[in-house]
């Protein structure tokens, strides 16, 4: 085969040409500081650029719930640790209360103060709150566990049906038959 000077010309300046094409694209890259310029550019490094994107996004939503987790362990265990403290000392009476030497008018003092000791952990820590959210009420965290006022107007009733059918029967084997 024969080759010619315009054949190599024209090969010489394919070349150049692409190379021209392939710096443009490191400058573009480094002046943007992006690998691509839009997804058709290369569809597999939009993928995963999307994917790491996502992901960043779950774990720094992850590590926010653990410092809200946390934090709202600190909220719990402050007022159960002020109940064990109250409690340990609600035994002390007890014992105390036990002793036989005690009469009654001494017995009655440190049944009032047991009393006021159960209030206090009763209505201080029972609606304890940690930014806006009640922490000892359950999945109903809006709402406090005790009542504002008393309510003596309302009624309740509770029916439970029992009858023969309503009765189940179990019947357990240990060992052998």
């Known amino acids: 085969m024969r080759i010619t000077n315009n054949m190599i010309r024209s090969n010489t300046m394919l070349h ?9 694209d490191y400058f573009q890259q480094y002046a943007s500081r992006k690998k691509i310029q839009k997804p058709s550019d290369n569809p597999t490094i939009a993928v995963r650029a999307l994917k790491y ?7 720094n939503q992850y590590l926010s719930n653990c ?3 946390e934090n709202w362990m600190d909220a719990t265990e402050e007022p159960l640790k ?6 340990d000392t609600m035994i002390d009476y007890v014992t105390q209360a036990a002793n036989g030497t005690n009469n009654d008018k001494n017995r009655a003092t440190i049944a009032a103060q ?8 009763y209505e201080q820590n029972a609606n304890m ?8 009420t359950g999945f109903r965290t809006d709402v406090p566990m005790l009542f504002d006022k008393e309510e ?12 023969i059918n309503t009765i189940n029967k179990y019947q357990y ?5």
Request: aromatic share 12%; glycine share 6%.
């Open 53 to 59: 994107r996502t992901t960043l996004v779950e774990i």
């Open 16 to 24: 150049i040409q692409k190379n021209k094409e392939t710096a443009n």
């Open 67 to 69: 410092d809200e987790a």
């Open 82 to 87: 002020k109940a064990d403290s109250i409690l």
């Open 129 to 136: 709150d940690y930014a806006g959210r009640y922490l000892f």
């Open 173 to 177: 084997v240990y060992g052998e038959a």
């Open 152 to 163: 003596t107007g309302t009624t309740y009733t509770i029916t439970e049906n029992i009858d």
């Open 114 to 121: 047991l009393k006021q000791y159960c209030e206090f952990i």
